[in-house]
């Protein structure tokens, strides 16, 4: 199929998930999947933690995956990958529909 990849499902069935959709079901469940995390780790632990957390996410963890990603589908240079780590420094929704959607 274009000389594409095949990922066959867990379940056993013939459908098949190319390698762009399988990445991109990654990416998306690696940025989502720690909220719930966080979450949890509210609840149980208390607001201070939480709010820890969130903003290891927001400044370290998110950047991170997001550098990584664009840097994979040579949206960006790895000498521009620090920028995203400062606020304001680059137009992030710039890169939303490559990252999203690619």
């Known amino acids: 199929m274009n000389g594409s990849k095949q990922v066959f499902l867990l379940s056993g069935s013939t459908e098949f998930m ?3 959709v399988r990445n991109r079901v990654l990416y998306w469940a ?3 999947v720690p909220l719930g995390g966080l979450w ?3 609840k149980i632990y ?3 933690w939480f709010t820890g957390l969130l903003l290891f ?3 370290i963890y998110r950047p991170t ?3 990584q990603r ?3 589908l040579n949206a960006i240079e790895e000498k521009d990958a620090w920028r ?3 606020p304001f420094a680059v137009d992030h929704t710039r890169y939303i529909k490559t990252l999203w959607l690619s």
Do not use: H, N, R, W
Request: proline share 4%; no cysteine.
């Open 46 to 48: 208390g607001p201070f």
């Open 40 to 42: 949890i780790i509210g």
């Open 57 to 59: 996410y927001v400044f």
């Open 65 to 67: 995956l997001d550098t």
């Open 18 to 20: 190319t390698e762009k």
């Open 70 to 72: 664009l840097m994979s």
């Open 30 to 32: 690696l940025a989502f």
């Open 84 to 86: 995203f780590f400062v």
